[in-house]
């Protein structure tokens, strides 16, 4: 009797494009970089390349901060490490909720026994200082955790005048920069960012896995002077910083192939240079709201702070939410991404981030967007929208 054994293919995964809101599209160059020699986490051309990326780190959080460095997980990692590492039972933190990863940052806090003030803020508006500083009032804060910008929404927060008022109460600034590092601007020195976290699947332009973080001085000493160790072993700041650092005391066993991913995004970052890339995406951002406005269909959110990386959509009335995703990627091998909470079955979350960012990418999307809402009876106004999109997106 022979037993069947199972027959597996070679893996051989779609050529999808990726325009949701991550992950989007890596540069091949961060592809090839996976795939280089794998190297001991102590070899001296590994620990070399671990300093060039905390270089690079600063250089795209522009700080000067001894401490930049990628904590080994997703940015939701990046995130608890920087919160569970500063926060201690009974710690008091205002958390700004404008969308799901303000209620993610509120979330986490909760964990770590913190006693969460939230500043809940409609979705699709920016948070009015007065509303941060009357909850700053209460009590003595210890850190003021929000979202740069929420993926949720496609909202940008603006944050220094937030920054001064928490710096103003004694509270240390905790940022999730996952979306926008990379995309906008985003100054950890000149804005004041005591702790400001990202990821690498945004765009920063890698595949997940990663999440590059920086925090000051003095945050490195609130950690130091906790009265009692990080509850979590593998998300110690303290720990990780004394893995990154000279001392090279052993954590956990770095993954290396990230690392050569993240590197060689970041290096393609320092060879474009920031402001490049931050014109590159909102040139890329105006032809994208044009051409979606153009088409007759409405953009959510407040018009004079949208993120330039995405664009959230409002489904047509009658249109099926999910059948225009699944016609997407089934004619057109194009991925976008449902919407959470209160956006859920109403809206699409589009995006062009990183190595997609570019206007030629936003005129052959919504050229097949056009046929798939078409498909769909939609009364799409032909051609309408990547000609607008290359009005808008036109140096
Ligand atoms: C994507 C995202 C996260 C979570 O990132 P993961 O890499 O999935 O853990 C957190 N915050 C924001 C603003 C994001 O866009």
């Known amino acids: 009797m022979t037993s069947a054994r199972p027959e597996y293919a070679a893996l051989n995964p779609p050529a999808r494009r990726l325009f949701g809101t991550g992950p989007t599209t890596p540069d091949p160059r961060v592809l090839r970089a996976l795939g280089l020699p794998v190297l001991g986490q102590f070899d001296p051309a590994f620990t070399a390349i671990m300093n ?18 990628p904590v080994s997980g997703t940015s939701r990692a990046g995130l608890e490490a920087g919160l569970c590492s500063l926060i201690e039972p009974g710690d008091r933190v205002v958390v700004v909720v404008a969308g799901r990863f303000g209620e993610l ?7 770590c026994g913190a006693e969460v003030v939230a500043v809940d803020t409609a979705w699709g508006r920016v948070t009015e200082p007065d509303a941060v500083r009357a909850a700053l009032a209460t009590g003595r804060p210890k850190v003021l955790a929000l979202v740069h910008g929420d993926t949720s929404t496609g909202v940008l927060q603006p944050l220094p005048d937030l ?69 979590s072993s ?10 990154w650092g000279p001392d090279r005391l052993n954590h956990h066993t770095l993954p290396t192939s990230m690392t050569y991913g993240l590197r060689e ?23 994208l709201h044009a051409g979606i406005e153009a088409m007759g269909l409405r953009l959510f ?38 919407a959470f909470g209160p956006l859920r079955g109403r809206a699409w979350r589009i995006g062009f981030m990183a190595y997609n960012a570019e206007v030629r990418n936003v005129v052959e999307f919504l050229g097949a967007f056009e046929d798939v ?23």
């Not at 990326?53 to 795209?60: I, K, N, W, Y």
């Not at 906008?184 to 960012?193: F, H, K, Q, T």
């Open 52 to 69: 060039e990326v905390s270089e690079l780190c600063r250089f795209v959080f522009r700080t000067g901060n001894a401490r930049a460095f």
């Open 105 to 111: 940052l509120a979330e986490i806090s909760r964990r």
């Open 163 to 231: 920054v001064r008022l928490a710096h103003d109460r004694g509270a240390v600034v905790l940022v999730d920069a996952v979306l926008t590092l990379g995309g906008v601007p985003v100054e950890a020195d000149g804005w004041g960012l005591d702790v400001c976290v990202a990821g690498t699947q945004k765009c920063i332009g890698c595949p997940s896995g990663m999440a590059p973080l920086t925090y000051t001085a003095a945050v490195e000493e609130m950690i130091a002077a906790r009265r009692r160790p990080v509850q």
């Open 234 to 243: 593998y998300l110690d700041l303290g720990q990780i910083q004394a893995y």
């Open 265 to 287: 995004a970041l290096r393609l970052i320092y060879e474009e240079g920031l402001e490049a890339r931050w014109e590159r995406h909102r040139r890329t951002g105006a032809a």
């Open 301 to 338: 959110g407040d018009p004079a702070h949208r993120l330039p990386m995405l664009a959230i959509v409002e489904v047509p009335d009658g249109v099926s939410e999910p059948g225009v995703r699944d016609a997407l990627l089934r004619r057109h091998h194009i991925e976008i991404m449902a």
């Open 373 to 395: 809402l078409t498909n769909a009876g939609v009364r799409v106004p032909r051609g309408a929208g990547p000609g607008a999109a290359e009005r808008a997106g036109g140096t």
